[in-house]
């Protein structure tokens, strides 16, 4: 742990690094919200979630600050909440109790693996072309549960999904998408939070004058007086997890997933953040990578104690780093501005589902990215990422994309006599892969 930020080294000033915090702040303050929309469709109240959610962030990224004095914010992720809520409870009919021990547990074998450095070896031997196509399919994976939760994209007897006609419903969102776009592409400070305050203010009227009260989630009477603004934090998830059920066989494949999701989308984040911000070592690699990585493990052991999905690095926290934020003082006081958050639930709780949506299609955009570095002439290259990038959306579940890329990759290799691009890890990881398609 750093004796201190280091700010003359690092040629900034507690000013500056105020500053980076509350940016980072506020374009990493959507969470607070999305987070519990999507954890409360896995049965978990959205209060509880909520003060869950604020602890982690606070936590964490306190922790990333004054133990790898990193100016990077660290919350619970987005396609992790996904697979959370979608693939381990809705989808493998696990209880939300037993899916918090396996955020646990992954996060316990996340701090082993980091401290013995495992973890950069086990990325290491994940193609590169995979890795694309996964950060792609988790893009298009959290869209797609955007565009469904905002009612736009709905069930179809003759070709399983279809657009729904245009609404109030549907055509609140569009709106608010729209401005969102705008506001996220002329880089407004907090573009995600005020797209969400403003969708949900333009959505009032479907309650008002098309009797939706669904969509407001107050109904008829004012906000404050049915709801209030402030409330006590709900501390009733706190140690709620099923530590045993989480070892059983049945869950070994989402402990892994969590595993090799976060280990994945953490380090890109932390060599992404770094190249961006020039936060390497003498080296040239990531600058405290290994103290970052143990602080990312830690996080996802407490997300099981509070209450939550795992938590992970944000890429996101740039936004600070843009600003000038070079230590871990940002990242302190980013985590401390999510405190507050706690008392705010039922304000909080009237975000509509229309109003979240824009934000999960913008990050899924967002997710997108990697897919450009890919050469996509060279099929051998491209067709696992392609399996990787599909199988997630179309089966609704991360883990068959982890699944199909990295064994596409082994078996073309293999084909081709390209055995030295086939590592011992890389066999590994595949046996482990063909183990869960047996035993799902």
């Known amino acids: 742990m750093p004796l201190s930020f280091r700010l003359k080294e690092y040629n900034t000033a507690i000013r500056t690094e105020v500053i980076a915090g509350i940016t980072s702040f506020l374009a990493c303050m959507y969470i607070v919200v999305v987070n519990p929309a999507i954890l409360k469709d896995a049965g978990m109240p959205f209060s509880a979630v909520l003060t869950a959610t604020v602890l982690v962030c606070f936590f964490s990224s306190v922790a990333m600050g004054l133990y790898a004095n990193n100016p990077i914010l660290v919350a619970p992720g987005m396609g992790i909440n996904a697979f959370f809520t979608y693939t381990a409870v809705l989808g493998m009919g696990m209880s939300w109790q037993t899916a918090l021990g396996t955020v646990f547990w992954s996060g316990v074998f996340i701090m082993l693996l980091s401290f013995s450095n495992v973890r950069v070896h086990i990325l290491k031997a994940v193609p590169h072309s995979v890795r694309m196509g996964l950060a792609s399919g988790i893009g298009l994976f959290i869209a797609l549960i955007g565009l469904e939760n ?65 969509a407001v989630n107050f109904g008829t009477k004012t906000l404050v007086t049915y709801r209030g603004i ?133 990050v899924g955009a967002l997710f997108m990215i990697p897919i450009t570095r890919l050469n996509w002439g060279d099929f051998e290259e491209s067709f696992p990422a392609f399996i990787s990038m599909i199988m997630i959306p179309f089966t609704f579940s991360i883990n068959e994309g982890i699944v199909f890329g990295l064994l596409s990759y082994t078996i073309i290799k293999s084909v081709l006599g390209k055995f030295k691009e086939i590592t011992p890890m890389l066999i590994i990881l595949d046996v482990i892969s063909i183990i869960f398609m047996i035993y799902k």
Not at 174 to 184: F, N, P, S, Y
Request: with cysteine; proline share 6%.
């Open 150 to 214: 905002s009612g736009f994209i709905i069930a179809n007897k003759a070709t399983l999904i279809s657009k729904a006609a245009l609404n109030p419903m549907t055509g609140t969102f569009l709106i608010g998408l729209t401005i969102t776009i705008i506001l996220v592409i002329k880089k407004i400070p907090g573009a995600f939070i005020l797209g969400i305050i403003i969708t949900t203010l333009l959505a009032i009227p479907i309650g008002r004058l098309w009797g939706d009260a669904s």
């Open 230 to 362: 402030f409330a006590p934090p709900d501390f009733s998830l706190f140690f709620s997890m099923d530590f045993l059920g989480a070892l059983k066989v049945s869950a070994m494949p989402v402990i892994f997933t969590f595993v090799f999701v976060d280990m994945f989308d953490s380090i890109s984040t932390f060599m992404g953040i770094a190249e961006a911000g020039n936060l390497l070592d003498k080296n040239g690699e990531p600058r405290n990578v290994k103290q970052s990585l143990i602080v990312d493990g830690f996080s996802s052991v407490i997300s099981g104690l509070f209450g939550t999905s795992a938590g992970t690095a944000y890429i996101e926290s740039a936004t600070g780093i843009r600003e000038g934020g070079r230590t871990g003082l940002t990242a302190v006081i980013g985590g401390l501005l999510f405190l507050p958050c706690m008392f705010f639930s039922p304000l909080l709780s009237v975000v509509p589902s229309i109003a979240t949506a824009p934000i999960l299609i913008l």
